[in-house]
Each structure stands twice: as C-alpha cells, then as structure tokens.
C-alpha cells in the first residue's frame, strides 16, 4: 500500500469500490439461489455449504466496503493536509473543486 495517499485518484478509488463490492454482492446472491435450489432439490448438506458460501461473502462485501472508506478518508486527508496547514478550508479545497 503506498505510505503517500495523497496522490491516489478519490473518483477512480470509488468506481473499484463499487465495482468490487457489486461482484461480491452478485456472488453473494448467486450462492443464495443455488442454496435454495439445492434446497428444493433435497441436496440440504449442499445448501447448506453454499449458503455458508453466500454469508462469507457478504461478510467480506462489508469489510471490502469499509477498507475502501478507510483508504478514501486516508486518501482525502493526505490530499488535504488537514494536519498540518493553516490553510481555510476553502483553500484545501480549491485543488479539488474544478474552476467555473
């Protein structure tokens, strides 16, 4: 992971984020169906997997999204240097806000 968050693209961070976080989350949901399907089929130890398969999936779809906020927020104060600048907030903010 880079020790300097500052140069990290914000726009680029939150498209991974949702793309990741939405793939997990189909996977998540494909688990699901099979889980009842073998349900219906009378395949329970196999439903049974698979819906451990869908909940682990979930579980790591939370923990992706919130990594991901981790590494924003990190991101965002590098970018901003919030710490150590005297600097009005709309001056941090002016390299971010596009000029009109």
């Known amino acids: 992971m880079p020790t300097d968050c500052s140069s990290i693209d914000l726009a680029t961070l939150n498209t991974a ?9 189909n996977q998540c949901c494909q ?7 073998a349900a219906a ?7 049974v997997m698979v ?5 682990a999936a979930d579980i790591l779809a939370s923990k992706v999204r919130g990594e ?5 927020g990190r991101a965002l104060d590098a970018r901003l240097n919030w710490s150590s600048t005297n600097r009005t907030v709309e001056e941090q903010c002016e390299p971010l806000v596009p000029c009109l």
């Open 51 to 55: 819906q451990h398969w869908a909940f």
């Open 41 to 47: 089929d009378g395949r329970l130890s196999n439903a």
């Open 17 to 25: 984020q949702g793309v990741i976080v939405a793939a997990i989350r």
């Open 31 to 37: 688990w699901e169906q099979d889980s009842s399907d």
């Open 68 to 72: 991901f906020s981790a590494l924003f």
